[in-house]
C-alpha cells in the first residue's frame, strides 16, 4: 500500500499545502492516479462547507450558472468524470505537468511506480506576460 502526497505548484511560485491519498496498488497509469485524485477531491468539496483547499476541482462557469451562488444556497453540485476530462484535456495541453518524485511523467497511459512515501507534484504552468 502507497501513501500518495500530492502537492500542487505553479511556475509563478504559488504552492498549496500538500495532502495524502492512501492507494493500494503499487502501479497505476497516470490517468488513473489523476481519476482517484479528482474523485477524492469532489467527495471532500461536497461534504464540505467551506471551499476545499484544493486547485484541480472547481465548478465549470455552466455548473455555477444552473446551481446558483454557493454563497446563498448549498454549493454547486460537481460532477467528477467532467472534472477527470477537464483535467485530461488540460494535460494535453499543457496546462500542467506531473513529477513523480524528480522524474515527469509525460503521458497519461505512462505507468507510474508507487511507494510509501510517494510525492506526486502537479506543477500549473502559467504564461509569461508578452511572451
Keep these: 500500500m502507497a501513501m500518495v502526497t500530492f502537492v500542487d505548484e505553479s511556475t509563478a511560485g504559488a504552492r498549496t499545502p500538500a495532502w495524502a491519498l492512501r ?10 492516479l489523476i481519476r482517484r485524485r479528482i474523485h477524492q477531491e469532489v467527495a471532500e468539496y461536497h461534504a464540505a462547507e ?6 484541480l476541482v472547481q465548478p465549470t462557469p455552466v455548473e455555477r450558472a444552473l446551481n446558483g451562488d454557493p454563497g446563498a444556497r448549498p454549493r454547486p453540485r460537481v460532477d467528477p468524470e467532467k472534472q477527470i476530462a477537464l483535467a ?9 505537468v506531473v513529477l513523480v518524485g524528480d522524474r515527469q511523467i509525460e503521458e497519461l ?21 508578452g511572451g
Design 50 to 55: 467551506a471551499t476545499p483547499r484544493r486547485a
Design 23 to 32: 492507494i493500494f496498488e503499487e502501479r497505476l497509469t497516470l490517468r488513473e
Design 88 to 96: 485530461e484535456t488540460a494535460f494535453s495541453r499543457n496546462g500542467f
Design 109 to 129: 497511459d505512462e505507468v507510474v511506480d508507487l511507494r510509501r512515501d510517494t510525492e506526486v507534484t502537479f506543477l500549473k504552468l502559467v504564461a509569461l506576460v
